[in-house]
């Protein structure tokens, strides 16, 4: 199988946030259903309202700042 590769997948070490207004869900991949069940529209809808998912790295986590 090929190797998923769009903007609403993460790729490595990154984590891509939800591009919708208030929306703080970051994942691996931004799915379908979480557009459809957080926020009542399609995927490729979100899109064209608010554009694509951002990067955010998350590289060390249990490092806080002091
Ligand atoms: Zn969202």
Redesign the pocket.
Known sequence: MAKINTPWHAKGNERIR???PD?T?IAEV?TKI??RL??GMERHE?EKLYGLPKSVFVKHPFKAGS
Do not use: A, R
């Open positions: 939800c591009p919708f929306c869900h931004i979480h557009c957080e926020h979100v």
